[in-house]
């Protein structure tokens, strides 16, 4: 089966870098369980708001600077939490970033906090803070 993005990951997707963007679009062409994109572009003020909760362990997001996708995953029509989908999802990510050339990190193969949704361009390749494309 083949999936696409839908209006709303696409509007979400808007001031995110357009190489992490590249990969998300090739990953759902790929992908065995079909994504929607959570969120993309954060505020500062939502990241704080994370971070107070417990949910974030940092103000230097790289959702803060286009950097960063939290891609969740869509069974029967809404966001499924369970961790199985999301190595689905995360294989077809590298599956595209690879094929793409494109450096991909995933909070799921993070020592603490495992944060399965998320996927950020390397700090190493794209180190501008802010996205400038």
Known sequence: MSYKLGKRSRERLE??????VRVVERAIQKTSVDFTVLEGVRSIDRQRKLLAAG???TLRSRH??????DL?????????WSWPLYYEIAEAMFAAAQE????????????SLKDGPHYQLSWA???AERNVA
């Open 15 to 20: 001031g995110v870098h357009p190489d992490l």
């Open 55 to 57: 949910s974030s362990t």
């Open 64 to 69: 803060l600077t286009g950097h960063a996708v």
């Open 72 to 80: 969740g995953a869509w069974v029967d029509g809404q966001v499924d």
């Open 100 to 111: 793409l050339g494109i450096p991909l990190e995933w909070g799921g193969n993070w020592a």
């Open 125 to 127: 390749s794209y180190p």
